[in-house]
């Protein structure tokens, strides 16, 4: 079965390939019968990839299908990576993205029928791409994912392309992604010349032995690489923007899939970050300061996918704490559970917004309870999945990577009890704020209030129970014995760390029940707060002062990379400018120019008298006669 | 000073001195009679090396034919001092100054070339004697002197064909 | 006499003639300039011709080295011949149609 891997990408390709060259011929229905059949497609082979990969006995595959790349000694080939990790990958990115596009195929039903046909081909193509970056076998096909899916998410903000501010956020996107994508191509070019190899089985099987500040420094790079693309400080800032988007493209690119691709790679080459003790703790920090920051300004924030977009940023921030502190099974599980209940939470805003007619503002919301039945419950399940409430799929994830990170250090996990009683209260004041209370918009939007199409209701359904008992596959050991399924499944891919990583502490049972409870407890009072509070919210003229103020314009992060870093580099850009049109083009002008010039002096040596060419070759000759005899000595 | 060198210098000077004259003199007529005897010293030069044949072909071809051609054609064109064009000074100079400079630098250029102090001795030899050359010329170099034939036989059409009134 | 003396005579020929073909208009006298340099020329080709014809008689009596550039010498009277009926036919041409042999009138060259 495993060698049939390449029909995973194959199907999204020719979803792609049909719809977008077919796009002007095709019909609605035709197309997204197309866009989501070929992601079912992969689907189901995933899922036999997936039991086949799960049965005991079962060794890593390389699935080689040509050589991509062969010059000299470096040999790249087009090859498959079939293990637990991808395969799992391949379940969530599938599995989700088959519910997106159905999702879609009703959400998007106002469009014209080309433009139905190409959103629905740049949904492939990233399917394509994110498939392609979890699959290869090395980094180099990993990276052309990795460009893909940084293509795609370009292409699908900007799909509303007459709204310039849209084109901007798509731009703000790519340009982010290519700062990072720059680490990560100079960590491939330093690990080719450290390793001769991109392949994973060879760099993995190098890795120990190898120096580790040049550990460090491939890591790191790689590390930069996963800060663009999963929107980590300093580069997250094009996230929330990404908003711009249709709604399902926020579900499927910036909550379950794309921005996992950081923790992906990262989780894939976790020998290497382990064995680089410094990276590591980079990660980490850099992890914790994201969650925590970006769950800070999601507090303040009113537009319903703003507060998802900071949230996902700060939920990203968990995984890479994990990641840092050694929690890979940890990370992968909140991966995947994030998968389901932010798919889910973007997916009922999205709902939320079709009913609303494109009203993002919660400030204009509220009471959609009785109106949207479905999408509430299955809305008021994700936030409390994400708010970490047990049994909760978000709960033993969460759980996971803080106790981990408690095992590392105590102030990690302080902080990230923070990061999730913050996670809690703005998930509450988004979910009061929308569906308790009375409606605040105008009296036509109550008017037209309905409950979405069942295209878009059955995804929310699949995505909420997943949510809810999603968890079940990673219960501790403390609650069950052999409950972690997933870190039996996984523990072939960490083998290699888990012999590396020093004898593990443990906790005292008790201490980590009190842990994981007290932290639900405090959850649940934080929940009970912001319940009370933002259900009666009334519609205010007043200004937001001090630190309130702050968090609403996010910490003034975009005004201070406007003057941090646009301005100067604009100023310094057009000052190149100047410089290249003075001194440059003098430069080559004024080579013309004196040319030109000296050629019209010369002119008048060309009289056409014969007389003065005689006297000119008579002088030439005398020159070349004391040249000859008198300068030699 | 034996009648060799008296003659020798005598010769040399009339050259130069003739010479001179043909480039000084304004009248075009009296340039080609200074030339003429410009070349009448040389051939007394070429006496002197007892290159007899060629004193004579220089005096019938060049002091002969060719300068009574150029004479022909300065009276043709009714030739005297007034109608001379004159250059202006400056260009003049110049070309004086180059000339000389372009005398003293060879001069100075082979003053001490390695051949200086080989002897030219004139009574010598019957190399010049148009014996000896009749019979080089008729024997290895009679395809080069046939081809000359042609070269003035074209020269002759050339002539006429520029000359034609059109 | 050595063969200094001839060397200069002709260098000294040689650049009265160039002497005069830059400062003269007149073509005709430029012409003629022209042919004095040839003869410079000429001149020195007998002395060499003489000099090695000297070196090698002293070794072998009979020899009649240096004939070649006697012979040199003819051929250039005779191109000195041809050129000069040419270059005079040229001339007549000239003045036939600008009714002068000023060479400052010859400045087609440059158009």
Redesign the interface.
């Known amino acids: 079965m495993s060698k049939l891997i390449y029909l995973v990408p194959l199907f999204p390709l020719l979803g792609f390939l049909i719809n977008g060259l077919g796009r002007k011929y095709l019909s609605k229905s035709l197309v997204s019968i197309i866009g989501s059949g070929t992601i079912l497609a992969s689907f189901i082979v995933s899922l036999m990839i997936f039991f086949e990969v799960k049965a005991p006995g079962f060794a890593p595959q390389v699935v080689t299908l040509f050589d991509f790349i062969d010059v000299a000694k470096l040999k790249i080939s087009f090859a498959f990576q079939v293990d637990q990790l991808s395969a799992l990958f391949l379940l969530i990115i599938t599995g989700v993205g088959f519910l997106i596009h159905l999702y879609s195929s009703a959400y998007m039903h106002e469009e014209t029928p080309p433009h139905f046909a190409r959103y629905f081909a740049y949904l492939n193509l990233f399917v394509f791409s994110m498939l392609l970056l979890v699959l290869g076998a090395n980094f180099v096909i990993m990276f052309m994912g990795w460009e893909g899916v940084g293509l795609c998410s370009y292409l699908l903000i900007g799909y509303w392309f007459k709204n310039d501010d849209y084109n901007k956020a798509a731009k703000k996107a790519f340009v982010m992604n290519r700062i990072g994508d720059l680490g990560f191509l100079l960590g491939i070019f330093w690990m080719i010349s450290q390793f001769g190899s991109t392949d994973f089985s060879v760099v993995f099987a190098g890795a120990d032995g190898t120096p580790v500040k040049i550990l460090t420094g491939i890591t790191l790079l790689l590390f930069v690489g996963a800060m663009g693309k999963s929107a980590q400080i300093p580069l997250y800032t094009w996230l929330p923007d990404a908003m711009a988007g249709p709604t399902p493209v926020s579900a499927l690119i910036h909550a379950a899939t794309m921005v996992t691709a950081g923790i992906y790679m990262i989780a894939r080459s976790n020998i290497m970050y382990t064995l680089s003790p410094v990276t590591q703790a980079v990660v980490a920090i850099t992890g914790l300061a994201t969650a925590l920051f970006a769950a800070s300004i999601a507090l303040k924030q009113n537009d319903i996918k703003k507060v998802l977009a900071y949230s996902t940023v700060s939920q990203l921030g968990y995984m890479f704490l994990g990641l840092g502190v050694g929690a890979y099974t940890g990370a992968v599980f909140h991966v995947m559970t994030h998968a389901f209940f932010k798919a889910l939470l973007f997916l009922g805003a999205g709902s939320v917004i079709h009913a609303m007619h494109h009203e993002q503002d919660i400030r204009n919301m509220g009471g959609l309870k009785k109106h949207l039945p479905i999408t509430h419950i299955t809305f008021l399940l994700g936030c409390l999945a994400i708010a970490g409430i047990p049994p909760l799929s978000g709960f033993f994830s969460k759980d996971e990577i803080l106790t981990a990170a408690f095992l590392k250090s105590p102030v990690f996990w302080v902080l990230g009890v923070l990061g999730a009683l913050m996670t809690a209260f703005y998930m509450f004041r988004l979910y009061a704020m929308t569906f308790l209370g009375k409606f605040r918009g105008t009296h036509d939007q109550e008017h037209h209030l309905h409950e979405s199409p069942a295209a878009m209701t059955i995804p929310l359904v699949v995505l909420a129970l997943l949510s809810v008992f999603g968890g079940f596959i990673g219960v501790p050991e403390v609650l069950m014995k052999n409950g972690h399924q997933l870190e039996n499944y996984l523990a072939p891919v960490f083998a290699q760390s888990t012999a590396k990583m020093h004898e593990e502490h443990h906790l005292s049972h008790v201490m980590e029940y009190m842990m994981m409870f007290g932290v639900a407890a405090i959850i649940l009072v934080i929940i009970i707060i912001a319940w009370n509070k933002f259900s009666r919210y009334q519609k205010t003229t007043a200004e937001a002062t001090g630190l309130g103020r702050v968090l609403e314009n996010k910490w003034y992060v975009d005004e201070i990379y406007d003057t941090v870093i646009s301005r100067p580099l604009l100023g310094f850009s057009s000052f190149l400018s100047k410089f290249d049109k003075i001194f440059i083009d003098g430069i080559v002008n004024g080579v013309g120019r004196l040319v030109q010039y000296s050629s019209r002096q010369l002119r008048w040596i060309q009289s056409g008298q014969v007389g003065s060419y005689i006297l000119i070759m008579v002088t030439a000759t005398i020159l070349l006669f004391i040249i000859q005899f008198f300068w030699k000595s | 000073m034996n009648i060799t060198e008296i003659l020798f210098w005598f010769l040399t000077a009339l050259a130069i001195l003739s010479a001179l004259m043909v480039v000084f003199s304004r009248n075009p007529v009296h340039s080609v009679l200074w030339l003429i005897l410009v070349f009448f010293a040389i051939s007394g030069h070429y006496i002197m090396l007892n290159a007899q044949f060629l004193a004579i072909v220089n005096l019938i071809v060049y002091a002969g034919a060719i300068m009574v051609l150029f004479l022909f054609v300065i009276m043709l064109m009714n030739m005297n001092s007034d109608s001379e064009p004159q250059k202006n000074k400056w260009l003049k100079m110049a070309g004086t100054v180059a000339g000389g400079s372009l005398l003293l630098i060879l001069v100075a250029a082979l003053k001490n070339s390695e051949v200086q102090y080989q002897k030219v001795e004139g009574a010598q030899g019957t190399i010049g004697l148009i014996h000896n050359l009749g019979k080089t010329l008729f024997t290895d170099y009679v395809v080069p002197f046939e081809i000359s034939s042609v070269l003035f036989l074209s020269a002759m059409v050339g002539a006429v064909v520029i000359g034609k009134k059109d | ?9 002709a ?3 040689f ?12 073509a ?2 430029i ?3 022209i ?2 340099m040839l ?1 410079a020329v ?2 020195l080709l ?2 060499f ?3 090695h ?3 090698a ?1 002293t070794a072998n009596p009979a020899t ?5 550039a ?2 040199f ?3 250039i ?10 270059g ?6 000239m ?2 149609n600008i009714h ?5 009138f ?6």
């Not at chain 3, 009265?16 to 007149?26: A, D, E, H, Q, S």
């Not at chain 3, 005079?88 to 041409?93: C, D, E, F, Q, R």
């Not at chain 3, 002068?100 to 400052?104: E, G, H, L, T």
């Open positions: 006499m050595p063969i200094n003396y001839y060397i200069f005579l260098i000294t020929l650049c009265i003639g160039i002497v005069g073909v830059l400062t003269r208009r007149n005709i006298i012409f003629m300039c042919e004095l003869n000429n001149i007998v002395a011709s003489k000099m014809y000297l070196a008689a009649n080295v240096g004939s070649e006697q012979l010498v003819f051929f009277m005779v191109v000195a011949a041809a050129e000069v009926t040419v005079l036919a040229i001339i007549v041409m003045y036939r002068s042999v000023d060479i400052n010859l400045n087609r060259l440059k158009h």
